[in-house]
């Protein structure tokens, strides 16, 4: 039997459609995990199989996050970690993230995806750099697979240690290449879906110039262009980043990774704070993608990205919220404020970025990214049900009833009351319901505790 799910009498939905419809107590029509129909009450079905009435919410397509190291979730605040730049900061971290079991890591990622799934995130890429102790990339599609969340699985390394020139301890990299790329290949094979409804899919993701070799990052390359999967790193985060690569390639970070093939639709770069003029041109050019961390880049102070400059020029620009050693936070939605509140200090212009603009970034603007703008990031019939639901009678907008959409990004961000994501209902009034929320928080809790000792 077909199943049908009905949406109706939301107080605002944002379509993010090509015509950036913004609809009036309408209705959404799913059937299966597709959206079938979009409108205005007075054309709402009259029966489906499960109908729910979002009277007073505003609806948008489910946020997604381009960005994150969900280990990092069992090291917040770390005291040795809360005043460093990006450099000093990992390294008093590595030590710590050097004992991290898979346990640790599952926890972790059911941490991260809980937090996000509870912001509105339905779609996140987990850029998965640490394999020590046994730790692999299944541990984290095995959580997503709990959680119900879309998940893209970043297939990281750290190549270069520090007897070679590299930042990271020589303990916690990979020594052998060859075993490294043995493995991209085998994560992609066993957890990479082509469809465009896929849950699950890979990418490949060498950690930085400043972790990785030129060797590993080209042959990188070529391995995701020969098996049709993504290509994922850090770029030009701070000005120690910046002098690495002046350094040891003579190049800037944007020059490095024209290089070494690492420009084009398939390829999205994390932060990309000090992007230059001829980088942002380079990637407008190539359809190369940038995920933007605002809040990391302010907490370790590594600068505001030109992200008007990059949008206006053309590129593809997605949200992240980077690790939670760095953010302390997976607040999705709050990262889109951010963005827009940033774009305004760099710029000293109030209307560098506007709340609609914000949470297009934070949408459609990630799928574009992540190479799945065909089927994620809109509410629009064909595309994959992924939808989210915020009360607008929530303390944190009361008074924002005049435009309760911009409210979502100017306000404190609410929690989100209900999310689909594939058609599948995983949040409903404000409670997860995949997995026990007060289990995952003590679960998480002890083993951030045993890993401090």
């Not at 039997?1 to 107590?25: C, G, P």
Request: net charge negative; aromatic share 4%; proline share 4%.
């Amino acid at each position: 039997m077909t199943e049908t799910l009905l949406l109706k009498n939301a107080r605002v939905i944002a379509t993010m459609d090509d015509n950036d419809r913004e609809i009036e107590n309408g209705y959404i029509l799913v059937r299966n995990n597709r959206i079938e129909a979009v409108g205005a009450a007075d054309d709402c079905p009259d029966t489906a199989d499960r109908t729910i009435d979002l009277k007073g919410h505003v609806v948008s397509p489910g946020l997604i996050n381009t960005h994150h190291h969900m280990f990092q979730s069992l090291t917040r605040a770390l005291p040795a970690a809360q005043n460093g730049e990006l450099f000093d900061w990992l390294s008093a971290l590595f030590p710590v993230w050097r004992n991290i079991t898979p346990a640790m890591q599952r926890a972790a990622s059911r941490t991260a995806m809980a937090e996000l799934m509870l912001s509105g995130c339905t779609t996140a890429a987990d850029h998965a750099y640490l394999h020590v102790n046994g730790i692999t990339l299944d541990d984290s599609f095995q959580a997503a697979a709990e959680m119900g969340i879309r998940f893209h699985g970043a297939r990281g390394a750290m190549s270069l240690g520090q007897s070679k020139g590299g930042l990271p301890p020589d303990e916690l990299v990979e020594q052998d290449e060859s075993a490294i790329l043995k493995d991209m290949l085998r994560v992609v094979e066993t957890h990479h879906d082509h469809s465009p409804d896929a849950m699950a899919r890979v990418a490949l993701a060498p950690c930085s110039p400043f972790t990785v070799t030129t060797d590993l990052m080209r042959d990188a390359a070529t391995m995701a262009r020969s098996l049709k999967v993504g290509l994922h790193t850090h770029t030009a985060e701070n000005w120690k980043d910046l002098a690495f690569s002046q350094e040891r390639y003579g190049m800037t970070p944007t020059e490095y990774t024209e290089e070494v093939g690492w420009v084009g639709e398939d390829v999205w770069h994390a932060h990309c704070v000090h992007l230059d003029d001829p980088g942002i041109a380079l990637f407008a050019r190539t359809g190369t993608g940038v995920a933007h961390c605002p809040c990391s880049n302010m907490r370790l102070a590594s600068g505001i990205a030109p992200v008007r400059k990059m949008v206006d020029a053309g590129v593809k620009v997605g949200l992240g919220v980077d690790g939670s050693s760095s953010n302390d936070s997976g607040n999705l939605l709050d990262e889109a404020r951010l963005a827009m509140l940033s774009a305004r200090v760099r710029d000293q212009e109030p209307g560098a970025m506007t709340a609609r603009e914000a949470l297009r970034i934070a949408t459609r603007g990630g799928a574009e990214v992540l190479g799945r703008g065909d089927a994620l990031g809109r509410i629009q019939p064909g595309y994959c049900a992924d939808i989210v639901a915020f009360r607008t009678d929530d303390i944190a907008m009361a008074g924002g009833q005049s435009d309760p959409l911009a409210s979502l990004v100017f306000c404190t961000p609410p929690r989100v009351q209900w999310s689909i994501i594939n058609g599948r209902v995983v949040i409903e009034e404000g409670h997860l319901l995949t997995r026990s929320l007060p289990h995952i928080i003590e679960e998480q809790n002890r083993m951030a505790e045993q890993l401090m000792a």
